[in-house]
């Protein structure tokens, strides 16, 4: 199973540098890829469609103290490890991601409580799927190239093989899920993000 240190080589074998002993290592390049890696995993995490691996369910019931000042009855802290709203499980209902100055960012719906479906922050390597692990790697040594080989022409490279790594790791992803349909409220946000599972079949469709 894969740990930090482990996508941090695959990034710096792609770039063509020595391998790292630990990732909490001082070397520079352990340095840099221990500073860069969890804004990479998260800016992967939160790129749509929703991946199977990290989703996860939950209910909001603790409603925050203030409301949203209007169009919406209630406003909820979103969960702690947060990162993509997937879809809530009444689907006859809207719901925004909003921010507040006193809250940060929430959840605001006319519903209570919320049985809420989203992108979990996965921190554990090991229980990646073995695609988005070189996915990661792979956006980590774009992210990596120009500070270890001023290379402006290896980036590019890097960027386009993360879009290959990115297609191969969506493709392996959606075969560990049945389609799922999209309805209701959700048609609207399924221009932005094209997956919003629901908890019912795909032959519950109704044309």
């Known amino acids: 199973m894969a740990n930090e240190t482990d996508v941090a080589n695959i990034a710096l074998t792609l770039l063509g540098q020595d391998p790292i002993v630990s990732i909490n290592d001082d070397t520079t390049r352990a340095v840099i890829a221990k500073r860069r890696l969890p804004d990479v995993r998260d800016s992967v995490l939160e790129l749509p469609p929703a991946w199977n691996f990290a989703t996860t369910r939950t209910t909001l019931t603790a409603q925050l103290a203030t409301a949203p000042a209007w169009g919406f009855a209630f406003a909820y802290a979103l969960p702690a490890d947060f990162v993509a709203l997937v879809t809530t499980r009444d689907q006859t209902s809207e719901f925004r991601l909003e921010y507040t100055a006193a809250d940060g960012r929430i959840l605001a719906t006319d519903l209570s409580p919320v049985d809420l479906m989203y992108v979990a922050k996965v921190t554990t390597v090991s229980v990646w799927p073995p695609s988005f692990v070189d996915t990661v790697a792979t956006k980590l040594a774009a992210e990596m190239a120009i500070k270890l080989t001023r290379n402006i022409n290896l980036m590019k490279v890097m960027y386009d093989l993360f879009q290959v790594k990115l297609d191969e790791a969506r493709l392996s992803d959606a075969l560990q899920?049945?389609?799922?349909?999209?309805?209701?409220?959700?048609?609207?946000?399924?221009?932005?993000?094209?997956?919003?599972?629901?908890?019912?079949?795909?032959?519950?469709l109704v044309p």
């Open 177 to 204: 899920a049945p389609i799922e349909q999209v309805t209701g409220t959700h048609l609207l946000a399924a221009r932005v993000q094209p997956f919003w599972p629901s908890d019912r079949p795909i032959s519950n």
